[in-house]
């Protein structure tokens, strides 16, 4: 049982019991994500790799009047998360779901006010690419949260590990994030990195190349 890649790709029955076993357990953390997002009544958000839907199910209730859209690589998952956001009553339009990946965004520019994401973006590749592709469909101001547990697994079957803030705020900063924040946070068993930043308002100005 490959269960490494059923993590980053939950499929069959083995994979539906992992995403249940993602739902149980990483409750507090994906509520520490959403809390990072601070969503505001009326806002249009995405969440990355949503799993079984439990961050959807968060954010619903996070503020009144919510338009919420999630993209997840997994068919298994997308499938275990409309039948979750069905049963939510407080959004003005039903969640968008899409099979998809942070690499390739199936939005126009500057979509959403917020974006987040827990334990998905140490799976992101390649990293550069997909974060460069979150800040086009964040609004100028936009805000991302991002959430990473020390044992999250990666695409080569490691794991993101104690340092993996050192990885992901120069990669923020390079694919023009600002005000970027992190800090590690206990879980019931392990840490978990919080990450925030925003795409600035005011892009910057080219520099006329001098001669």
């Keep these: 049982m490959d269960l490494t890649g059923q993590f980053a790709l939950p499929r ?15 409750g507090g953390q994906i509520g520490g994500c959403v809390a990072d997002l ?16 439990t961050g959807l199910v968060t954010l619903a209730a996070s503020a009144a009047g919510l338009r919420l859209a999630g993209v997840d690589p997994s068919p298994l998952m997308v499938t275990t998360a409309a039948r979750q956001v069905r049963r939510l ?15 390739a965004l199936p939005w126009p520019d500057g979509t959403f006010d917020g974006v987040c994401a827990t334990n998905s973006v140490q799976l ?10 979150v800040r086009r469909v964040l609004r100028p101001g936009g805000r991302l949260a991002l959430s990473v547990l020390e044992e999250a697994v ?14 992901l705020l120069p990669a923020l900063a390079a694919a023009g994030f600002t005000e970027a924040r992190s800090e590690w946070r206990p879980t019931r068993r392990s840490r978990a990195l919080h990450v925030h930043a925003r795409r600035a308002n005011v892009e910057p100005t080219p520099t006329a190349a001098s001669g």
């Design 38 to 53: 601070a969503p505001r009544a009326g806002e249009h958000l995405l969440e990355i790799g949503f799993g079984p839907g």
């Design 124 to 133: 992101w590749q390649p990293l550069d690419a997909s974060l460069a592709e």
């Design 89 to 103: 009553r407080a959004l003005v339009a039903p969640v968008e779901l899409r099979q998809a990946t942070a690499e």
């Design 154 to 167: 990666l695409p080569d079957g490691g794991s993101a590990g104690p340092h993996y803030d050192a990885v």
């Design 12 to 26: 069959g029955i083995t994979g539906a019991l992992v995403g249940a076993l993602m739902a149980r357990r990483h």
